[in-house]
Each structure stands twice: as structure tokens, then as C-alpha cells.
């Protein structure tokens, strides 16, 4: 086994990890940055994404354990859970909905193939979570990732001025927005305007992450 | 060998979660039924957040890294990409705004 992808991912991912602690904004997503350096060095250096791919493959072979491990945060938030059960239920049961439905129509109106709206339906949920089912569903897990990253940062960029626009004062009701809309990412930005919003952000991720899970198989059958 | 037990129980909990997927024939992906499964066992006391703690929050707090292998993938699809641009795009931010804004709405609702 080749040790060079997985060491080119780490070190790509260090170097940009180090300037987002240094300059926090959405431009500098280490994650978004990091993709797109590797694509162009994979790109330059003409080596294909399989070769790459032989080492790097541990890596992604962990986002299952890691999948696991986000019951710790929400068993942690169980009485948080217990305090808003209506507001968080319903929340993720219409946004949660919303979220897959508008994405599927919209881009099945303006002409995309079924493989894409099958890649574009779980875009609003936690990315480890979300490429489990794309692959699951027939999508394709690949651009899954990057739909999600993107989703991410628009909710990372706009959620908190989008909810003042929209006149939403209320706390629980913008962290669940930004949480249910734009998972870590938005959740990430909206901690730092307001820790209740924050908390609650990082809970309708999660949620939603497993409400979207069981939802999304059955639905994509019937839309 | 105290980390040993955190991992086991994370690696056997999505091992668990694969093999009931897979056996049951069920869209679920096992990782997400692992999860199911060890809420559960926290909540009912058969596992102690303390066993798992660490471990499961080295994870979690790590994850971003995990996510660029699958996302470097998209430059075997830049021309479905490329041909699709419009109704991807679109379909990113309208989906986004509307999400964002029926969901609040709902909470709003909720609560008064």
C-alpha cells in the first residue's frame, strides 16, 4: 500500500487547518480548501484518484466509527432534548422534510439527471451521515460530499443575517433553523453569535441526521 | 489498555450496526444503526458514557479530516458537474433559504 495519499491529505489538511485558526472565515473551510488543492495536485501531477485513493481509504473508512460516536453529544444534550421535544420533533420533521423535497424538485424542474437528484436529496444533513446514504440510495457519495461541504458554508456565511431578515428573534427557533439547514458548518458560526443556539444547532444536526437516514430511503421510492 | 475498551465498544457497536443492516436488508446505513444502538445501551446503562468518552469525542471532534478523500472523489464527475451546473446550483440555495426558513417558522409557531 502507497503511504502518499493518506500523508498528502494529513499534511494538506494541517497547513489549512492552521491558517483557518489564524483566520477564521468561510473561505478559509479547511475542509473545502483542502479538497480542492488536492484535486489540483492529483490534477498537475496526472495521478488518478484510485491511486490516491489506495492509502487515503483509511481515512474515510473511519467516517463510519465516527458516525457512531455522535450518540456521545446527543446523549450528553438528553435533557435539552427532553426540555424542547415538541419544538425539536416537529422542527426536524417539516425542515428535515423541506430540506430533501425542495432540493429534489427544484433540481428535477430545471432538468437534472436522476443519478445527481439522488446525490443532491441528503444535502443538508452531517456529511458522514449523508454518504452512507447516497450510496445507499444510488447517488454518488463523491459529489454527495462536496453538496454537503457547500450547503455547509452557505449556512456558515448567511444562516444568523438570513433568520434577522426573515424576523426570527426567537433563539431555539434559529438554532434549529441553522442546525436542521446547514449541519456543523452553520452550527459552527451560529455558536459564536449565541451558545443556546449553538447547542440546539448541534442537536438538530445530529437529529436530523438520523431522522434523514431512516426518511430519505423510503421517500426517494415515492417522489 | 483503558483506550482498548472505549474502541472496542465504538468498532463493535458499528459492526453490530453493519451486520444487522445488511442481514435485515435495510436502506439504513450501519453506521447510523450503530449509533441508534449505542444511545441506547448509554441511555439504558449497559454502556457508561466514561467507557466510550474519550474515544468516541477523539471522533467526533476530528471528523472534518474524514471528509476530504470522499470530497477530492469529485474530479471523476467534473462533467456531470459542468453539465448539471444550473440545477445544482440553484437547487443548493433555494433549498437552503426555503429550510432555513420553515423550519424557524415552525419553531416560531410551536412555541407561542
Redesign the interface.
Known amino acids: 500500500m502507497n503511504p502518499y495519499g493518506i500523508a498528502l491529505t494529513l499534511v494538506v489538511f494541517y497547513v489549512f487547518s492552521e491558517l483557518h485558526a489564524r483566520r477564521k472565515a468561510f473561505y478559509t473551510n479547511p475542509v473545502l480548501l483542502s479538497i480542492l488543492t488536492i484535486a489540483v495536485v492529483l490534477k498537475l501531477g496526472n495521478v488518478s484518484y484510485d491511486s490516491y485513493m489506495e492509502s487515503a481509504v483509511f481515512l474515510k473508512f473511519l467516517l463510519g466509527p465516527a458516525v457512531v460516536s455522535l450518540a456521545i453529544p446527543v446523549y450528553k444534550n438528553r435533557a435539552l432534548i427532553a426540555r424542547y421535544a415538541k419544538e425539536i420533533s416537529l422542527g426536524i420533521l417539516i425542515g428535515g422534510t423541506t430540506a430533501v423535497l425542495s432540493a429534489y424538485w427544484t433540481a428535477q424542474l430545471l432538468g437534472a439527471s436522476e443519478t445527481v437528484l439522488r446525490s443532491i436529496a441528503p444535502k443538508s444533513v452531517t456529511t458522514a451521515i449523508a454518504i452512507g446514504v447516497s450510496a445507499k440510495i444510488g447517488g454518488i457519495p463523491s459529489l454527495t460530499a462536496v453538496l454537503v461541504i457547500t450547503t455547509g458554508l452557505l449556512g456558515n456565511a448567511f444562516a444568523p443575517e438570513l433568520l434577522n431578515v426573515f424576523g426570527v428573534g426567537d433563539r431555539i427557533a434559529r438554532g434549529l433553523a441553522t442546525g436542521v439547514s446547514s449541519h456543523g458548518l452553520g452550527t459552527a458560526r451560529i455558536i459564536t453569535e449565541d451558545e443556546l443556539a449553538g447547542a440546539v444547532s448541534g442537536l438538530a444536526m445530529a437529529l436530523n441526521g438520523v431522522f434523514t437516514a431512516i426518511l430519505l430511503p423510503y421517500l426517494i421510492e415515492v417522489i | 489498555m483503558k483506550p482498548y475498551r472505549g474502541l472496542a465498544i ?2 463493535g ?2 459492526a453490530l ?2 451486520m444487522v443492516s445488511s442481514a435485515l436488508h435495510l ?6 444503526l ?3 444502538f ?2 441506547s445501551a ?2 439504558s446503562g449497559a454502556v457508561k ?1 466514561e467507557w ?2 474519550n ?3 477523539l ?2 471532534k476530528n ?15 467534473l462533467g ?2 459542468k453539465a ?1 451546473l ?3 446550483s ?19 409557531v ?2 407561542r
Open positions: 465504538i468498532f457497536f458499528y450496526g453493519e436502506p439504513v446505513p450501519g453506521s447510523v450503530g449509533m441508534l449505542l444511545l448509554l441511555l458514557l466510550v468518552e474515544e468516541a469525542e471522533f467526533v471528523m472534518s479530516v474524514l471528509f476530504i478523500p470522499p470530497g477530492v472523489g469529485i474530479v471523476t464527475y456531470l458537474i448539471q444550473v440545477p445544482i440553484v437547487a443548493l440555495v433555494l433549498s437552503f433559504v426555503v429550510t432555513l426558513f420553515v423550519t424557524a417558522k415552525t419553531v416560531e410551536v412555541r
